[in-house]
């Protein structure tokens, strides 16, 4: 069974500085998402990574993937309250459509 | 941008009573899919859905649950007697074919909130 897990769960941080969230799981997997969830909102696709060594840009955030290492990392650059929110990273499995989520990160940013 | 359409957005309904939600994928798509979210968890896979039959489904989806696609636009999501743990979000997903691009399309509906009394 496809396991996902993210650290840390909450991250509080003020506004200018930088941080990673973590995400790892536990077997090979062929596409690893970045979502992005407001309050009592959908989720919004934020990045999709294929291939080792993959990275993606978007902004002050970049998502990288490290297939061999099966790890994940979304990092935050200069953090602006906008970027408050729910982030999970999610997983599909060779040959199989559904994705798997990791616990999510809550991140604030504070002022 | 295309978008996934889901209706209602907030149900209220008693517990034992049968509960329809509804979801229009974008129109080239070819799977679909059910997820839902307890408040303050994580999204957990429900169900998918291609070529008019489910492909897979979890632990969660039990015979209380059903899915079908009546019409060629509309994906719904039947719950038969609610319990009140049924309370949750529930995300409609849809995506294209199956390949090795960023073009793959897995988007999600905006939910429906299920409150379950």
């Known amino acids: 069974e496809l396991k996902v897990e993210q650290n840390p769960l909450f991250l509080s941080m003020q506004e200018g500085k930088n941080y990673t969230i973590y995400c790892n799981y536990s077997?090979?997997?062929?596409?690893l998402y970045w979502y992005r969830q407001d309050p009592g909102k959908s989720l919004e696709s934020l990045f999709v990574?294929?291939?080792?060594?993959a990275v993606k840009q978007e902004g002050r955030l970049m998502a990288s993937l490290d297939t061999k290492a099966r790890l994940s990392t979304l990092h935050i650059t200069a953090a602006v309250h906008d970027l408050s929110a729910t982030y999970f990273c999610a997983v599909s499995d060779f040959g199989n459509e559904k994705l798997t989520f990791g616990t999510g990160t809550r991140l604030t940013i504070i002022p | 941008e295309p978008e996934v359409t889901q209706t209602p957005s907030h149900q209220v309904t008693q517990m034992g009573q049968e509960v329809i939600l509804r979801c229009v994928p974008i129109?080239?798509?070819?799977?679909f899919y059910w997820y839902r979210q307890i408040l303050g968890q994580k999204v957990e896979f429900l169900v998918s859905f291609y070529n008019n039959e489910i492909s897979e489904k979890s632990e969660i989806f039990d015979d209380q649950f059903s899915v079908e696609r009546p019409d060629g636009s509309n994906f719904t999501l039947k719950i038969r007697s609610t319990k009140l743990e049924d309370s949750a979000m529930y995300f409609c997903?849809?995506?294209?074919?199956?390949?090795?691009?960023?073009?793959?399309?897995?988007?999600f509906g905006s939910g429906t909130r299920l409150t379950v009394v």
């Open positions: 990574l294929l291939s080792n060594g």
């Open positions: 077997t090979t997997s062929d596409r």
């Open positions: 129109s080239n798509h070819l799977y």
């Open positions: 997903a849809s995506s294209a074919a199956r390949h090795f691009s960023d073009d793959y399309g897995y988007t």
